[in-house]
């Protein structure tokens, strides 16, 4: 053909075919945009995706975990009742510990130490925790509430562990409280405590004579044992002649003859016959000695059993002779476990409990053989109060606890070290919760925590040791910020007080809140990256902004939920609102607007959003009662980062700062790890 033909092709498939493929190319961006509106109505219209490619958000072992530090084995109206006191709460058993259901109604504490009961009602129990804080139940554990109170007077328990309770066997409304400094009775039911005794060494351990109750005995760190006895009312304290006075870790009261007593002192074994004025070396049976706890048989002194880290030992002749009593109390891996608590039960004293770790194990021959009971978890007992990365170390991260004080974990979360035991952190302990955790960006050993009463304290060991820095307000804490540029310089956000700076490390604070509108600072995020570093405050009015570092403020954009901080490379920051859509789209329904991106998604309600160190484009949203969102690109598009968090109230999202999929999302219901390909169960 011509060209003359070719120009007639040519005009032709200009006429017929380009608005065909134009029209194809709208009805394919339609498609598009519809099928983003879809996956964005998260999470109910999002296709499920095949079983072996899902993303899920998997619970990590709690904080909170279910080790047994006190058992009390009960048999009111001939029901046998167990209550474990556990670092999760109590846990009560009502089938010999084959299953325990926890007992937490009320109980803000959950690291409980020692329990106690009413000796005339066993509904009564007493419940001892971490911090010097005694609870008491008055329904056999379904209820409790607090009947302590910490104050500096002296008539209150000071923030010390709780490691003995006991309830005065004549006088129901007596207690006894053994902390780290000595020992504390109270004549009310534990609403007021006085101390009975204080010690230059450590106590560690109590015991009381139950026929003559006002008679203690207590063991501490260096110093030996002290016996009390009644001086014109109070209680007075006579060292006793022990051979061993290092480290006496545990004290047993033998109940038919109560002149007999033993001791452990270094994993060794100790007796008295004489009410502690002669002791005798009984646990020669091996080498080297590793004994933890002991426990006596009530209704026959000569059997006795000794615990410790290759299982327990037991004695049927006054300690003249030992075996192993290891049948069956094994672990995975079949070696005898590391047994902390042995309790002989009062009633049919042939069954005999032990526990390791959070695990029971229940003899029913007096010790002959053992069997696998049942093992406590506490992985649901856990709220997450405030989650931080650390931002150096991308498997490092801090996590506080409601009634549980600050976790640490080195592994991803795997597993968590609770770093509220060392000495100097005792002062945190008479607080309430512990509400926001700032690390700094620089030197990553130097940690702040905040306080609901207020307080801000400094770790520069990476949270092993605390000091008070100075006082802040009489106002939570919401939020602390440590300036990049200048690290003494740190932000705190408040609950009803606004917003303070400090520029001395935390201790002095500046009120400074001229110009922000509202008193609940929420979130405080700074961007460095100008000449001038900008700080922004969040409120319950907006979002504000300040060019001088706190000292002045002007209003940036209201109706803000959340900030996010600075992407590298983006110009603005991002901003979440929650807009309320009018009757013509639809009544009642809240829409989250990303400024200034835009949309985000429909009837969702944002609480958080943070930026990725990692892949800095990755942007992270928390979605209330649904889940996370994730941006790839910096806002512009979102989709649903995988399930599992569905009714979850969620809390705080951290982000380790070199690996992208290491997710961590604390809500009231513990901690979970964003996990990619995990199978459907």
């Not at 304290?237 to 022990?242: I, R, T, V, Y």
């Not at 978890?377 to 989650?387: K, R």
């Not at 995020?525 to 319950?540: C, F, H, K, N, S």
């Amino acid at each position: 053909m011509g060209s003359g033909s070719a120009a007639g092709r040519t005009l032709w498939l200009q006429k017929r075919i380009v608005p065909v493929l134009a029209t194809l190319a709208l009805a394919l961006l339609a498609f598009w945009i519809w099928k983003q509106r879809v996956i964005l109505s998260f999470p109910t219209l999002i296709p499920a995706a095949p079983a072996e490619a899902l993303q899920r958000w998997v619970p990590l072992s709690s904080p909170f975990d279910g080790k047994i530090n006190a058992l009390l084995v009960e048999d009111p109206n001939g029901v046998r009742l167990l209550y474990a006191a556990t670092d999760g709460g109590v846990f009560k058993s009502d089938d010999q510990g084959k299953t325990w259901t926890a007992c937490n109604n009320g109980l803000n504490e959950r690291l409980i130490r020692a329990l106690a009961i009413d000796p005339d009602d066993p509904r009564i129990l007493y419940a001892g925790t971490w911090n010097g804080k005694v609870y008491v139940s008055m329904d056999g554990g379904t209820n409790w509430k607090q009947c302590s109170q910490y104050s500096e007077s002296a008539d209150q328990l000071p923030p010390y562990e709780i490691r003995s309770l006991y309830v005065h066997t004549f006088n129901p409304q007596k207690l006894y409280a053994a902390v780290q400094t000595g020992v504390f009775t109270s004549p009310d039911r534990g609403l007021n405590w006085y101390p009975a005794g204080d010690f230059t060494s450590t106590l560690q351990c109590m015991a009381m004579h139950p026929e003559q109750p006002d008679t203690l005995y207590v063991g501490t760190s260096a110093y030996g044992i002290y016996k009390s006895r009644v001086v014109s009312g109070e209680l007075r304290w006579d060292p006793l002649p022990f051979n061993d006075p290092d480290d006496v870790s545990e004290l047993a009261i033998v109940p038919r003859t109560p002149n007999t007593v033993y001791a452990i002192s270094k994993g060794k074994v100790w007796k008295t016959e004489e009410a502690g004025l002669f002791w005798r070396y009984v646990d020669s049976y091996r080498e080297p000695p590793v004994a933890r706890c002991l426990a006596v048989n009530p209704r026959n002194p000569q059997e006795v059993y000794v615990g410790g880290q290759d299982g327990i030992y037991k004695s049927v002749d006054g300690r003249k002779t030992w075996f192993k009593s290891n049948t069956g109390l094994q672990g995975s891996d079949g070696q005898p476990v590391d047994v902390h608590i042995i309790v002989v039960d009062p009633i049919v004293t042939s069954t005999i409990y032990a526990c390791s770790g959070n695990t029971l194990f229940v003899s029913s021959d007096s010790g002959e053989t053992w069997a696998w009971s049942s093992s406590i978890t506490a992985s649901n007992e856990a709220s997450i109060l405030a989650l931080k990365a650390d931002p150096k170390d991308g498997r490092t991260f801090y996590a506080s606890v409601a009634g549980g004080g600050l976790y640490k974990t080195t592994n991803g979360g795997d597993e968590w070290q609770h770093i509220g035991e060392i000495d100097p952190f005792a002062l945190i302990r008479s607080f309430s919760q512990i509400t926001a955790i700032e690390v700094d960006p620089l030197d990553t050993k130097t940690v702040y925590i905040g306080v609901s009463e207020g307080l801000v304290f400094r770790s520069t060991d990476s949270g092993m040791t605390w000091m008070p820095t100075g006082m802040v307000t009489e106002a939570l804490i919401n939020a602390l910020v440590v300036d990049p540029e200048h690290t003494t310089r740190i932000y705190a956000g408040t609950q009803g007080k606004g917003l303070y700076r400090s520029d001395d490390g935390g201790m002095t604070w500046v009120h400074k809140s001229q110009g922000i509108i509202g008193s609940n600072v929420q979130r405080i995020v700074l961007d460095p990256r100008g000449a001038q570093t900008i700080v922004y405050a969040v409120t319950e009015e907006g979002a504000f902004k300040s060019n001088d570092n706190g000292e002045s403020w002007r209003q940036w954009l209201l109706g803000v939920s959340d900030i996010a901080p600075p992407i590298k490379g983006s110009v603005q920051l991002l901003a979440v609102t929650q807009v309320e859509v009018s009757e013509a789209q639809g009544e009642g329904r809240n829409e989250a607007i990303l400024v200034p991106q835009n949309y985000v998604a429909p009837s969702a309600e944002l609480t958080q959003l943070t930026v990725s160190q990692a892949m800095p484009p990755f942007v992270y949203a928390l979605v209330k009662h649904k889940g996370v969102l994730l941006s790839e690109d910096g806002g512009k598009s979102w989709r649903p980062l995988g399930s599992g968090l569905e009714g979850r109230e969620l809390r705080a999202l951290a982000l380790s700062p070199d690996d992208t999929n290491l997710i961590l999302v604390g809500t009231d219901k513990g901690i979970y790890r964003y996990q990619q390909g995990v199978g459907s169960e």
